[in-house]
């Protein structure tokens, strides 16, 4: 049911949607788990020296605020790839069969990533995580 649901949105409203997650239940060992997860404090300050990051990115253009308004031209100028980067994103694009929106999209995410990481370049780990949020362009997600 899940997969004819799927297939009846578009390609290019998919396009529109940085990140395809599927998220299964969490089982009872992980939740029952005392292990130590990580502090919403931590996470807090990490978006924020992210957020500071992006706002240096984009000080002298005043209409942009986050790498997700960024034009194609300026993903372009502000995510410079490895050719490591290169191959992994050429394979994507021929096995998912991604568009050039979704292309960008996977850019801007890798940045964002990379932001919340405190890199200054987008690395391949980036490009790999910007690549699995794009779950639903995979053929036989959901089952």
């Known amino acids: 049911m899940v997969q004819k649901y799927l297939s009846k949105i578009s390609g290019p409203l998919l396009d529109r949607?940085?990140?395809?997650v599927e998220v299964t239940p969490v089982n009872f060992t992980s939740l029952a788990s005392s292990d130590d997860a990580e502090k919403s404090d931590i996470i807090r300050n990490r978006v924020i020296k992210a957020r500071e990051i992006q706002d240096k990115r984009f000080a002298d253009k005043p209409e942009l605020h986050y790498n997700a308004q960024m034009s194609p031209k300026m993903v372009r100028k502000v995510c410079h790839i490895n050719p490591d980067g290169i191959m992994l994103l050429k394979t994507?694009?021929?096995?998912l069969g991604l568009s050039a929106r979704a292309y960008d999209r996977i850019l801007?995410?890798?940045r964002t990533i990379a932001d919340l990481a405190g890199s200054e370049n987008v690395e391949l780990e980036h490009l790999a995580e910007s690549i699995n949020y794009r779950s639903?362009?995979?053929d036989g997600w959901a089952g």
């Open 136 to 138: 639903l362009d995979r």
């Open 108 to 110: 801007k995410v890798a």
């Open 17 to 20: 949607i940085d990140l395809h």
């Open 92 to 95: 994507a694009m021929e096995r």
